[in-house]
């Protein structure tokens, strides 16, 4: 399948697992790559940028298909050091930089000058266009669906991919809602030349995460999400539980809410001691509304081959049934 | 281009004008059918059953099409005639019923029992099964995209499609943020066998609406729409103005609101005055997130000839690009 982003990243299908903390190791990055699709592993969950360079090297052992790093970028009271990492992710030869977060120019500016490719995630057409006259070469964009962080503009996919294929140049990539051939076909549809996943590719064998969270997302609906904090705009998208319910609950209390109302509830709620546990209601889980169409964990193999005769099934039978 | 709906509503192409209060009127609704969609009145557009009956008679001297009738069946202290409307449909020999707000199982089975096909429009899977346990012929599901009540569910076109086409032995109808050929490819990818709009017929020449309020759509950005009686659990999506930003201010202050609170704002802004004023910012105007991608006011025959090209390009392309 050619698309501009399967030209651009040199992989044989248009399928990138985005970024994901404490998911995006090198078993799931290397199970990605070697089923045609780009694998991302994320740099901050490595604890210092010497881990990341380890984790690139056990990465390339068990591919020697091309695989990518994201870097989120946020601005905080002690922020890791980003350039550091982005020096490991150039020094080590990694083809494809995916930047989230605010929009580093400085960064995407020494990525490309270094022969690294640039996909800028984010959640609007405007930061996208900002993004794009900063030189990325591609844009993933995050539609109201998607686990993490939507933003607080809640455009469905449906209307941002299109939008945003309309406006940008650079290739757009779909990212959000989309869990099998059918949302895939959607996304090129629409304009889009590539398709991002996160919560699906959680729900795959190789995703280091306890079969007990697998299972929640696969008897999760499309209805199992939260909003959470939103007050703060800040909002995150995540599986419904006993936590986040809580928190949604306290946000939405007449009167109003303050980051110290929830604090009890969410420090040390996040992250990676709920993923290794297992225990569902521990803690806040990332997931996308596309949770609803998730129902096996599958090799990554399996999946994405699925996928593409999916998607290649709906184009070959819509140019049939509509001619 | 033939799906089930196509089949089933006996029309060309699966494109059906949603109902819309004061909007769906003989004009509009001709033109609709006659270009090969389905044109849909709104039953309490009209004052009384007799005045429904006239319109229609009215539409059938501008089209020997089909074209159908919207009932919106709302729980209020003094509701209309629904029974006695309901009786016009049928008298008149009307084709098609979409029923909406309540799920009336007595209405399906008696316009079923008269000959008459009956869609149902909803916003939630669960709602559409129960709708299709009572008999209805199809379902038109309302992503979180669409302008008017989206629902409180929140779940984004590109899940809920799919979810319904899933699990729903009827056909379905993909509404909310769809306007052109691209949008129909995406949700026939998804599953659906049709597409419903309001938002972009409004957007069209012989919508019964002020050039101004037209000029408002098309100047709209797909982030130019704001939820209002979000605290009321009657959530409605309208145009981003004057009034919806200061009624979404009060819905948010701490404290919390009531209808009260807002009763000044909305009182008389709702309903036709805006519509036929052309006041942009004197009243609300129902607005789906597609405004983002409407930028004309074409006649309904070359909107639809347009749409359909472009989704059997889609089609085309992608079968050729991606066998």
Redesign the interface.
């Known amino acids: 399948?050619?698309?501009r982003v399967t030209e651009l990243l040199g992989i044989r299908y248009p399928i990138i697992q985005g970024g994901m903390q404490w998911i995006g190791r090198a078993e799931l990055v290397a199970a990605v790559s070697n089923a045609g699709g780009l694998g991302v592993l994320t740099a901050l969950t490595q604890p210092t940028p010497e881990a990341l360079a380890d984790e690139i090297e056990r990465c390339r052992r068990m591919t020697d298909r091309p695989f990518g790093v994201n870097l989120t970028v946020l601005p905080t009271t002690t922020p890791p050091p980003y350039d550091k990492y982005l020096d490991v992710v150039i020094d080590c030869g990694v083809k494809v930089l995916e930047t989230a977060g605010s929009n580093p120019k400085e960064f995407i500016q020494k990525a490309r000058a270094a022969g690294v490719k640039v996909v800028h995630k984010c959640t609007?057409?405007r930061h996208a266009l900002s993004a794009e006259r900063n030189g990325v070469d591609a844009i993933s964009i995050d539609?109201?669906?998607c686990a993490g962080h939507p933003g607080e503009?809640?455009?469905?996919?449906?209307?941002?991919f299109?939008?945003a294929a309309?406006q940008l140049s650079v290739p757009v990539i779909a990212s959000?809602?989309?869990a099998?051939g059918?949302?895939m076909?959607?996304?090129?549809?629409?304009?889009a030349e590539g398709v991002n996943m996160g919560t699906r590719f959680c729900a795959t064998r190789k995703a280091p995460i306890h079969p007990n969270i697998k299972q929640a997302l696969l008897d999760a609906?499309?209805?199992d999400t939260n909003l959470i904090f939103r007050t703060m705009r800040n909002t995150g998208r995540v599986l419904k539980n006993a936590i986040s319910d809580e928190v949604v609950a306290t946000e939405r209390r007449?009167?109003?809410c303050e980051f110290k109302d929830i604090h009890h509830l969410v420090a040390g709620a996040r992250g990676r001691a709920t993923l290794e546990s297992g225990d569902v209601d521990g803690g806040l889980v990332w997931a996308s509304?596309?949770v609803?169409?998730i129902d096996d964990v599958p090799s990554c193999a399996e999946l994405i081959e699925r996928m593409v005769a999916e998607?290649?099934e709906?184009?070959?039978d819509?140019?049939l049934?509509?001619?």
Chains 1, 2 share one sequence.
Do not use: H, N, W, Y
């Open positions: 399948m050619k698309t609007s057409v539609g109201f669906e503009d809640d455009v469905g996919g449906l209307v941002l299109a939008a309309r959000g809602g989309i099998d059918r949302g076909a959607a996304a090129l549809a629409l304009g609906g499309e209805r007449p009167g109003g509304q596309v609803g169409l998607c290649r709906v184009f070959r819509g140019a049934a509509f001619s």
